[in-house]
């Protein structure tokens, strides 16, 4: 899966604009990646879904998954946009709690569960995202209010990795060899049991919501160019 999104949308990190002008590599712009991951499943394109955001953003989807354990789902409701890979454990009992039918997959979970987050407020996001177990990474972009919320399970099961494109732009995907021809070193894994909102104060620890979410830059050999870590957990995210 993944998710572009211009500086309209998303405040570049500066961890991760920093991890890039500390070794300069080759990068493009967002659009060229869009059209690199499009290409890539044009093998697939049955399975294929893109959605061209306006100028704020696209969002691309292959369901074709080599770990059947982690399928990838879409769903779209009243502009909302989700993209989730993974398995949600306690769907069963989410689908009670949000009043929803048998029927119900994960990406609608979720959506159904961002639209109480948004109109029933207030209450923190963590209290929504703290009750979903299992292994998942996902991504929801609200086009009305132009609202991103990305999220990561708190093992770290399900990969995703976020990084900022030669034109600023800040691209979500779980294709790190993708995303690396992109954004070089201005790359991370996103760090589990942790959400980005760009509503909501940017990156914050679901888990631990008192503690703040800090990078360092990684060494010159890694893929990546920056790891974050929650404070006072002693949990740093793996890098690759």
Not at 123 to 152: C, E, Q, R
Not at 209 to 224: F, G, S, Y
Request: include cysteine; glycine fraction near 10%; charged fraction near 20%.
């Amino acid at each position: 899966m993944l998710g572009v999104f211009s500086g309209e949308v998303v405040e570049a990190p500066a961890e991760l604009v920093a991890a890039g002008s500390r070794t300069p590599s080759p990068k493009t712009r967002g659009s060229e990646l869009v059209s690199r991951f499009l290409q890539r499943s044009d093998a697939a394109a049955a399975a294929m879904i893109s959605v061209q955001l306006g100028s704020v953003g696209h969002l691309a989807y292959n369901s074709t998954s080599k770990f059947p354990s982690c399928p990838r789902l879409f769903a779209a409701k009243d502009e909302i946009f989700c993209l989730f890979e993974g398995v949600l454990d306690n769907l069963g009992s989410l689908r009670q709690h949000y009043g929803l039918s048998k029927g119900t997959n994960e990406a609608l979970l979720i959506l159904e569960a961002y639209k109480t987050l948004r109109d029933r407020a207030p209450y923190p996001a963590s209290f929504m995202l703290g009750h979903l177990t299992g292994n998942f990474s996902f991504l929801i972009f609200d086009k009305t209010t132009s609202s991103l919320l990305v999220a990561s399970d708190a093992q770290g099961k399900v990969p995703l990795f976020w990084g900022i494109t030669a034109d600023g732009c800040v691209a979500f995907c779980d294709d790190l060899d993708l995303l690396k021809g992109s954004c070089g070193k201005s790359l991370a894994p996103f760090p589990q049991g942790c959400f980005y909102s760009n509503t909501l104060g940017g990156l914050k620890s679901y888990e631990n919501p008192k503690n703040k979410v800090t990078a360092t830059l990684a060494d010159e050999e890694e893929i990546c160019g920056a790891t974050f870590q929650v404070e006072g957990t002693g949990v740093l995210t793996a890098t690759h």
